[in-house]
């Protein structure tokens, strides 16, 4: 599933934060690292960027992964998802910060636009200069995020292939949100629901305990070590809040969804999470096809 690993660059040090994170997959996973470049305009560029993007593909060979470069001509974001398919890349690595000292693109833009298009898993690292070098690329732990529904479980298979080959953890979290009635009556006359509330929330809680445990088992039939949780609260507040204390290696989700009882879309969620993860973020699209694993 993750035999190829393609890795934009910009050419700045904030896009090659990326660069650890396929590199440590690579190595636990025996991945090929394709590492791409693109220019608007490649005139009087093509030769630094050829230069710059070999060197990078002959550093990561140096430590022992199978890696090759690609320079290509075009909109950014277009040509990684063109490469993607025709180089049959099975992850996308990518920076969502960068700006290039010598091809001038934005990377966070062109993350954007490829995490819009994408038909394949994409891992998001927001780096900073001070981080990039103590990146945890061996992901110890992956946090899943899962709202009950079918659309949601589609980013189930890449972690468990991912947690295979990287020996991770997996905790799996599912949010369930407080519920609140209507307190007017057709009348307009107030009236008492607090115990219906809780009754509601009972069982959403017993159905989310109960949900959890089905997906537990099944991972750790396939070997995978794996817990899980059922928090109260709002979505992406507490999927942010459970994977700093947890100290995660990762946060994975689809980015659509729609729960069967606590009613949240899980889109603006994945979208909350990214903006304001400081961990990687591994989305994929419930569209996918069925994957082997």
């Known amino acids: 599933m993750y035999e190829r690993i393609l890795v934009p660059l910009d050419g700045s040090e904030l896009a090659e934060g990326a660069l650890p994170y396929a590199e440590g997959i690579a190595k636990r996973m025996r991945s090929e690292v394709v590492l791409i470049t693109v220019c608007a305009s490649c005139d009087g560029l093509e030769r630094p960027l050829r230069v710059y993007v070999d060197k990078k593909a002959e550093e990561l060979s140096s430590s022992g992964v199978r890696a090759h470069s690609l320079l290509v001509q075009g909109d950014a974001a277009s ?15 990518i920076s969502t910060h960068g700006l290039s000292g010598v091809g001038r693109w934005a990377l966070g833009s062109i993350a954007n636009k490829v995490l819009q ?24 732990s992956i946090l899943v995020s899962l709202d009950g529904s079918h659309f949601a479980e589609a980013i189930i298979p890449y972690v468990e292939v991912l947690a295979q080959g990287m020996d991770s953890e997996v905790a799996l979290l599912r949010v369930v949100e407080p ?39 099944a991972l750790q039939r396939k070997g995978v070590k ?19 204390d947890s100290s995660v290696s990762l946060i994975a989700l689809s980015t659509h969804g729609f729960s069967g009882i ?12 990214i903006e304001s993860s400081s961990k990687p973020v591994l989305l994929v699209r419930p569209s996918l096809p069925p994957c082997n694993t």
């Not at 981080?131 to 992901?139: G, P, W």
């Not at 008492?192 to 949900?211: F, Q, V």
């Not at 979505?235 to 700093?244: G, K, N, S, V």
């Open 79 to 93: 040509e990684i998802l063109n490469s993607a398919e025709k180089n049959c890349i099975g992850l996308i690595v």
């Open 117 to 140: 298009e994408s038909q394949i898993p994409t891992l998001l690292i927001k780096p900073s200069e001070s981080e990039t070098a103590s990146a945890d690329r061996e992901l110890r």
């Open 179 to 217: 519920v609140k009635l209507p307190r007017l009556d057709s009348y307009g006359h107030w009236v008492d629901l607090d115990k219906y509330e809780k009754d509601i929330s009972a069982e959403a809680e017993r159905e989310a305990k109960h949900y959890l445990s089905e997906r537990e088992r």
């Open 226 to 244: 794996v817990t899980s949780a059922s928090l109260p609260g709002n979505p992406p507040d507490t999927i942010l809040q459970y994977a700093e």
């Open 262 to 273: 606590t009613r949240w879309a899980y889109g603006s969620v994945a979208s909350r999470v």
